[in-house]
């Protein structure tokens, strides 16, 4: 070995040790509402000292634990944050169905964020998680700094609302978990091709026991809204996402009926303008288990 080699194993900077992978944790925070305080439950990846936050949130009847595949791919390089907005998951039922909505929504995620203890977070929103972090995004002095929009924009179509409304708080009891699985899959078709485990794993944390079998893990009070007020037009959002700021990009499942081709391109070309991405095969929404829907997000969000 030369003198220079020598010199040079001598003061190279040591290897950056990996950051050891940790499980899940599940934890709560309480959150005040308009007719009181309720509990929104979240689950916790990865170092709970790392500054670095990402926030992963649901669509409308899911939960945080959609995003398991996700958390594991990204809980090397972040603490990873999966709430259930309430009323879904573990979180609590509002005696008030009306207060379902999202000033509820967004309030109990600045108190979430005040929780974490950090300037700035991540953001991956799934349909009505992507609205939810458009609407904080779009102020001054946001908290998020990178924000994905999975399969939502600021025009909401019609259609895609009526037909949501169809299921929403409608799901039978289940004699069995064999019949719930039958039941996600077939309302959950727009998902796209998952594997069997897939489509288990989604069971297994979209129904709860009850008395005589198995019902869906939400409040059916959340459909409400659907049922008592008429859905005559979309709904243009526009206004809020031409203030969004940070780096932003747009998720579409090719054969969505709730963003359209055409309010995708014209997301890339205002506001924030949104790199913009389209999976094959799949509706509404992506759910970000596939390898390369995972890859094209933890790309994003780990971009310098």
Not at 91 to 113: E, H, N, Q, R
Not at 133 to 153: C, E, K, T, Y
Not at 213 to 228: E, L, S, T, W
Not at 275 to 304: C, K, N, S, Y
């Amino acid at each position: 070995m030369s003198l220079f080699d020598a010199l040079r194993n001598l003061f190279k900077a040591p290897p950056v040790p990996a950051r050891p992978y940790q499980g899940l944790r599940e934890r709560s925070v309480q959150c005040l509402g308009p007719h009181g305080l309720h509990r929104m439950a979240y689950t916790e990846w990865g170092e709970q000292d790392n500054p670095r936050v990402v926030i992963c949130v649901h669509g409308l009847t899911r939960n945080g634990r959609d995003f398991d595949d996700l958390a594991r791919a990204l809980a090397q390089d972040y603490r990873v944050i999966c709430p259930d907005v309430v009323g879904r998951g573990r979180s609590d039922w509002l005696g008030v169905k009306s207060d379902y909505g999202f000033p509820v929504y967004v309030a109990d995620m600045i108190t979430l964020i005040a929780r974490l203890d950090v300037e700035t977070v991540h953001w991956v929103g799934t349909s009505m998680g992507g609205l939810i972090g458009m609407l904080i995004a779009s102020q001054p002095h946001a908290p998020i700094s990178r924000l994905v929009l999975n399969d939502v924009g600021p025009v909401i179509t019609a259609a895609s609302l009526r037909r949501i409304g169809q299921y929403v708080g409608t799901a039978p009891r289940f004699a069995s978990m064999a019949d719930a699985e039958a039941y996600i899959r077939e309302v959950s078709a727009p998902f796209g091709p998952l594997t069997d485990a897939q489509w288990r794993h989604l069971t297994q944390y979209t129904v709860r026991p009850v008395e005589g079998g198995f019902a869906m893990v939400y409040d059916p009070g959340i459909g409400d809204v659907f049922r008592q007020t008429p859905i005559l037009m979309d709904v243009d959002l526009w206004d809020t996402y031409d203030r969004i700021r940070c780096p932003t990009l747009a998720l579409r499942g090719a054969e969505s009926d709730l963003l359209e081709q055409v309010t995708l391109e014209a997301m890339g070309k205002r506001g924030p303008c949104a790199r913009t991405v389209e999976f094959a095969g799949i509706g509404h929404a992506p759910m970000l288990m596939d390898a390369g829907q995972i890859a094209t997000v933890r790309d994003f969000l780990l971009e310098v």
